[in-house]
C-alpha cells in the first residue's frame, strides 16, 4: 500500500504561482507512476500531468503545457507540481495518484486550490 498526502494548495491570485508536493509513505515512490489530477466545482475530475518512475517522462495536459511542471524527488518519495500563470479556471482539488504503471492506483485526498480574479 501507498499512502499519498498532498499539500501547498490555497489561494493565489490569477497571475501566481503554487508549488503543490505529494509525500508518499508505505512503499518507496520510485516504484511508481505518479500523476497530478483535478476537480472543479461541478465539473468531472481531470488528468493534469503525470511523471514516469524515475522522471525521465513527463506528458501534460493540452492546457497545462507551458504553465505546470511535474517533477519528483524519489529520494524525498515526494513529487510537486510547479504551477505558475495560474488563472481562475484552475480553481480546483487537486489530487495526486500513483500506479505501477500509470498514475491510478493509489489516490490522495486533494488539495484545494483557488485562483482569485
Known amino acids: 500500500q501507498v499512502q499519498l498526502v498532498e499539500s501547498g494548495g490555497g489561494l493565489v491570485q490569477a497571475g501566481g504561482s503554487l508549488r503543490l508536493s505529494c509525500a508518499a509513505s508505505?512503499?518507496?515512490?520510485?516504484?511508481?507512476?505518479a500523476g497530478w489530477f483535478r476537480q472543479a466545482p461541478g465539473k468531472e475530475r481531470e488528468f493534469v500531468a503525470r511523471?514516469?518512475?524515475?522522471?525521465?517522462?513527463?506528458y501534460y495536459a493540452d492546457s497545462m503545457k507551458g504553465r505546470f511542471t511535474i517533477s519528483r524527488d524519489n529520494a524525498k518519495n515526494t513529487v510537486y507540481l510547479q504551477m505558475n500563470s495560474l488563472q481562475v479556471e484552475d480553481t480546483a482539488v487537486y489530487y495526486c495518484?500513483?500506479?505501477?504503471?500509470?498514475?491510478?492506483?493509489?489516490w490522495g485526498k486533494g488539495t484545494l486550490v483557488t485562483v482569485s480574479s
Open positions: 495518484a500513483a500506479g505501477r504503471l500509470t498514475p491510478g492506483q493509489y
Open positions: 508505505g512503499r518507496a515512490l520510485s516504484s511508481y507512476a
Open positions: 511523471i514516469n518512475w524515475n522522471g525521465g517522462t513527463t
